[in-house]
């Protein structure tokens, strides 16, 4: 199959809300519009009888659909594969996590320090108290 022939179901599954995609972050427009994109369906119940997803994979694209409407999202990842899974409207890093771990909060701060964004959290399933952690429920 073809690479427009892929791209262009792609643009019909955006244009009927099947799924929705979002861009590399990047200061260069060019980057970013050039870069992979990562994929969010837009029914999580279609998406649990399409694939056999985590809970992970579930909390993350949930997150995605409560701040889709409000922001401007793109995400990031580095060239070795270290990623932040939301920037919100180019100035808050947000990484979803099922449990919030010391580990996460301060490499997520350590990424979005490169790219010098300094506002960031971790969106957790479960409570941790700790101002650096969102409760998924809250978003």
Do not use: W
């Not at 262009?8 to 990047?26: G, M, N, P, V």
């Not at 270290?82 to 909060?105: M, P, Q, S, Y």
């Not at 350590?110 to 399933?125: C, D, M, N, P, R």
Request: charge should be neutral; aromatic fraction near 12%; glycine fraction near 4%.
């Amino acid at each position: 199959m073809s690479r427009e022939t892929i791209y262009s179901y792609i643009s019909f599954l955006e244009q009927t809300y099947f799924i929705h995609t979002i861009s590399r972050y990047s200061k260069s427009i060019d980057r970013s519009a050039a870069g992979s994109k990562k994929m969010y369906f837009c029914d999580t119940g279609i998406m649990r009888l399409l694939s056999d997803i985590s809970s992970g994979q579930m909390l993350e694209n949930s997150v995605f659909q409560s701040l889709r409407p409000f922001y401007d999202i793109t995400y990031y990842a580095d060239k070795r594969g270290a990623e932040i899974d939301f920037i919100i409207d180019a100035k808050t890093a947000l990484e979803v996590k099922g449990f919030a771990a010391a580990r996460d909060i301060s490499r997520t701060e350590a990424l979005a320090g490169k790219i010098h964004i300094f506002e960031s959290y971790v969106v957790s399933l479960k409570y941790v108290s700790d101002p650096r952690v969102i409760l998924a429920i809250d978003i």
